[in-house]
């Protein structure tokens, strides 16, 4: 099963022309195997999956209708079954972007006690950065991996350099 709002959308909504009815908000849309909390979010599923046809609650496939898979194609998240767990993940990535970028933007800036060159009296504070001015001041080096990783190194007294 597909659990991505985009491929879900495009291989179980418009492919099959089903959709999925009656996941709970509190569990997330995603692999069984990645629910946290133990049995009991598995249990409530399979509670839930178990109801008897009718139940407002019961979990259940049923057919999309052509709206369905017509606002599908435009807009995957309109047919997922959990849209409280796409607005978390969406606040919580803009929640991270905003973090990012306030770091970013922080500089960090130590007083530094500042004495004359010959008599070493008091002469101020100075205001030092401990973050370079920017990357393009900077820049990262390239790093590569070793080619070498995992096995044995090659040795001029072993003959293995030819």
């Known amino acids: 099963m597909w659990y991505a709002a ?35 979010p598995l249990l409530e ?19 999309a209708t052509p709206e369905d898979i017509a606002n599908a194609a435009q807009d995957p998240e309109s047919v997922h ?3 409280t767990q796409l607005e978390a993940e ?26 004359h060159p010959h008599d070493l009296r ?11 001015a920017s990357d393009s001041v900077m820049p990262k080096a390239e790093r590569n991996q070793r080619v070498d990783q995992g096995r044995r190194r090659k040795r001029k007294s072993d003959g293995s350099l030819r």
């Open 6 to 40: 985009k491929h879900h959308t495009s291989n179980v909504v418009v492919k099959h022309q089903c959709k999925l009815v009656g996941w709970p908000a509190s569990i997330p849309f995603t692999s069984i195997s990645e629910i946290r909390g133990g049995v009991p």
């Open 45 to 63: 599923l399979l509670r839930r999956w178990n109801l008897p046809d009718g139940d407002a609650d019961k979990l259940h496939f049923e057919r």
């Open 81 to 83: 079954p959990n849209p």
């Open 90 to 115: 969406k606040l919580k990535v803009a929640a991270a972007k905003a973090e990012e970028v306030q770091a970013k933007a922080a500089v960090f800036v130590v007083p530094v006690c500042t004495h």
């Open 122 to 132: 008091f002469v101020g504070l100075d205001l030092t950065s401990t973050q370079p």
